[in-house]
T-cell receptor, first 117, second 117 residues
Framework: DAGVIQSPRHEVTEMGQEVTLRCKPI?????LFWYRQTMMRGLELLIY????????DSGMPEDRFSAKMPNASFSTLKIQPSEPRDSAVYFC???????????????FGSGTRLTVV | AQSVTQLDSQVPVFEEAPVELRCNYS??????LFWYVQYPNQGLQLLLK??????LVKGINGFEAEFNKSQTSFHLRKPSVHISDTAEYFC???????????????FGKGTKLSVIP
């Protein structure tokens, strides 16, 4: 298995531009999570999906952020318009089953490092 | 709601010396506990987890952690570290119930372990 695949690995964009981050979860995983990592705030959960349906988006910072999961193998996180304070590493993670499952655990992608100038 | 406190942001240690990375949590419900490791420019990898049973949990790469419910702690230990253990380590919790929010991991801010030759 290739694991959770994120693209691009690095993105540099100008303030005001639209940015789209992409994620391919592990086949068969029915949960997908988007996290943001910054020095100041650490890892923050932005949104998560179960069977392609958004379950909790309370961590999405503001309306400039949106996430979709059109099918079980693909998700996007879009920022429009982008601002310098959005600069961070964005991680996608997927998991299968319930927390009580002995095999439970997130699998993280390698992240997208976003720089907004 | 849950919160995780990692008491040390940075821990330098000499090669082959023992190390302990501290983690305390706060929660109004019982929790599952996890340790993740992040190597430079990579995503997070599951190191070990406590779901139930023995409070001493063994993980990959010779790490182990002990769950102490009375002290609400889940400290990570390794008796002899290697250069390759240099990474950032994250403690995380998830609530022990099903339903909304049960799949969310709350992370600590991380501890950077630097192994000195």
């Amino acid at each position: 298995d290739a694991g959770v695949i994120q693209s691009p690995r690095h993105e540099v964009t100008e303030m005001g531009q639209e940015v789209t981050l992409r994620c391919k979860p592990i086949s068969g995983h029915d949960y997908l999570f988007w996290y943001r990592q910054t020095m100041m705030r650490g890892l923050e959960l932005l949104i998560y999906f179960n069977n392609n349906v958004p379950i909790d988006d309370s961590g999405m910072p503001e309306d400039r952020f949106s996430a979709k999961m059109p099918n079980a193998s693909f998700s996007t996180l879009k920022i429009q318009p982008s601002e310098p304070r959005d600069s961070a590493v964005y991680f996608c993670a997927s998991s299968q089953g319930q927390v009580i499952d002995a095999n439970y655990g997130y699998t993280f992608g390698s992240g997208t490092r976003l720089t907004v100038v | 709601a849950q919160s995780v406190t990692q008491l040390d942001s940075q821990v330098p240690v000499f090669e082959e010396a023992p190390v302990e990375l501290r983690c305390n949590y706060s929660s109004s419900v019982s929790v599952y506990l996890f340790w993740y490791v992040q190597y430079p420019n990579q995503g997070l990898q599951l190191l070990l987890k406590y779901l139930s049973g023995s409070t001493l949990v063994k993980g990959i790469n010779g790490f182990e952690a002990e769950f102490n419910k009375s002290q609400t702690s889940f400290h990570l230990r390794k008796p002899s570290v290697h250069i390759s253990d240099t990474a950032e380590y994250f403690c995380a919790v998830s609530p022990l119930y099903s339903g909304a929010g049960s799949y969310q991991l709350t992370f600590g801010k991380g501890t950077k372990l630097s192994v000195i030759p």
